[in-house]
């Protein structure tokens, strides 16, 4: 993937794939593997898709809440100009 070496060369800490779990009442109900933890701040959740429908931006809400990260990235890439797809999510 091409953001994966892009993180690399610009010296990016960054997680892929990480598995974060969904705690009720002390106890794991659930597990999510988001796309992206970028410097273990920002989650990073990637789609491509031609309408990003709210349960998109429930999921990052989800991970936000899961991790205990503040801030998220919603990005598709399935439109004519990329800052037209990216979505910030402050929880």
Same mark, same amino acid.
């Given at each position: 993937?091409?953001?994966?070496?892009?993180?690399?060369?610009?010296?990016?800490? $960054?997680?892929? !794939?990480?598995?974060? %779990? +969904?705690?009720?009442? =002390? #106890?794991?109900? *659930?597990?999510?593997?988001?796309?992206?933890?970028?410097?273990?701040?920002?989650?990073?959740?990637?789609?491509?898709?031609?309408?990003?429908?709210?349960? $998109?931006?429930? !999921?990052?809400?989800? %991970? +936000?809440?899961?991790? =205990? #990260?503040?801030? *998220?990235?919603?990005?598709?890439?399935?439109?004519?100009?990329?800052?037209?797809?990216?979505?910030?999510?402050?929880?």
């Amino acid at each position: 993937m091409k953001c994966i070496q892009e993180f690399k060369l610009q010296n990016i800490q $960054f997680e892929n !794939q990480k598995e974060i %779990y +969904l705690i009720y009442k =002390g #106890k794991k109900v *659930g597990r999510h593997r988001i796309d992206f933890l970028v410097e273990n701040a920002v989650i990073v959740e990637l789609k491509a898709m031609q309408v990003l429908h709210n349960i $998109f931006k429930a !999921q990052v809400l989800t %991970y +936000l809440r899961a991790s =205990g #990260k503040q801030i *998220g990235l919603l990005i598709n890439f399935n439109v004519p100009k990329l800052k037209d797809g990216i979505k910030r999510m402050i929880l």
